[in-house]
């Protein structure tokens, strides 16, 4: 890439991880990486749509000094294999794939709290849904950070239009994003994608390294995975919600007040859905709360896994 990117500094403190072997029931491998004692308290973190493990760069690190943190790159992203079949991308998907990781990583009985932030909150509710038994024997808790359960386009906040117009506003959203998110970046396109990615996910007043950061994810993932989970997501979770019935476990709801691409609104509803809601919080910032918040995302983290652990404890 011809663009000059400015370094973000946690991605070259985060400490080194130790590879494991996944593969989802489709065969495809997904590159999963566990830092921090083995003996530790997992926690399993699932980035967003065109990011990768090293989004967690700050989670990781403060993390995995005492817990075992488990974190991995959804197909088509990072080092995952990107599908051969251009259909092997959706809600079933993100679900197996998730479950494949916590088969792989967790032991007999062992539970974890998991956190996705994005798509990887999507693929939390998305297993919830399609492995209700799954959630009970693997999850003391979960959290959802900057996500939603539907209507995927209706808040996105790219242009203001007249309400008579919402309409011809979410079908315009939904064939820019499957656009971008196919179209490889050439010459000429680099600096208009680069402003559109910064707009979505970042809030304005960010670091700009954070921005040049999120961008550089983005150009980083093959446009086969970009174009393919944008075009899951946009039909899939559009005007539709997933259910929350199944998920169970304690809940701890984080969304963003100026997050332009999944609005407050989105992680209000979820904390209003969710059955076991362990705490719902607002913080300032954009999209991307891990990054731009992330002592704030870190301390909430922390605590939910205390209060399931002294939970575990007290009825043992």
């Not at 991605?11 to 080194?16: C, G, I, K, L, S």
């Not at 007043?205 to 446009?223: C, G, K, Q, R």
Request: hydrophobic share 40%; charged share 20%.
């Amino acid at each position: 890439m011809a663009l000059r990117l400015r370094r973000y500094a946690p991605v070259d403190a985060m400490p080194e991880g130790r590879s494991v072997e996944v593969r989802s029931p489709d065969g495809t491998r997904i590159h999963t990486e566990v830092f921090g004692p083995e003996d530790g308290y997992p926690i399993v973190l699932a980035h967003g749509i065109t990011c990768a493990i090293r989004v967690w760069a700050n989670q990781i690190a403060d993390l995995s000094r005492d817990h075992r943190v488990i974190a991995y790159d959804h197909r088509g992203h990072g080092r995952s294999d990107v599908p051969k079949r251009r259909g092997n991308y959706g809600l079933d998907y993100l679900a197996a794939d998730l479950d494949a990781v916590l088969d792989a990583t967790l032991a007999p009985g062992e539970r974890a709290v998991i956190g996705g932030h994005s798509m990887g909150g999507i693929a939390i509710t998305s297993w919830s849904q399609r492995y209700p038994a799954r959630v009970r024997q693997c999850a003391d808790a979960v959290a959802l950070i900057n996500t939603t359960t539907g209507d995927l386009l209706r808040d996105v906040q790219l242009v203001p239009v007249p309400r008579p117009l919402a309409g011809s506003r979410v079908r315009a959203a939904g064939a820019l994003l499957k656009q971008l998110g196919a179209a490889p970046l050439v010459p000429g396109s680099i600096q208009q994608s680069r402003r559109l990615v910064a707009q979505l996910a970042v809030g304005r007043d960010a670091e700009p390294a954070i921005a040049d950061f999120v961008f550089e994810l983005f150009a980083s993932t093959p446009p086969a995975g970009r174009g393919g989970w944008a075009r899951a997501l946009v039909d899939s979770v559009g005007s539709t919600h997933i259910s929350l019935r199944n998920l169970v476990v304690p809940t701890l709801v984080i969304g963003s007040r100026k997050d332009r691409l999944l609005p407050i609104k989105a992680s209000r509803r979820i904390a209003a859905d969710a059955p076991n809601l362990a705490a719902f919080v607002e913080l300032s910032g954009g999209h991307c709360a891990n990054l731009e918040r992330p002592g704030e995302v870190n301390a909430q983290l922390r605590s939910l896994v205390e209060s399931v652990r002294g939970e575990n404890r007290s009825i043992s």
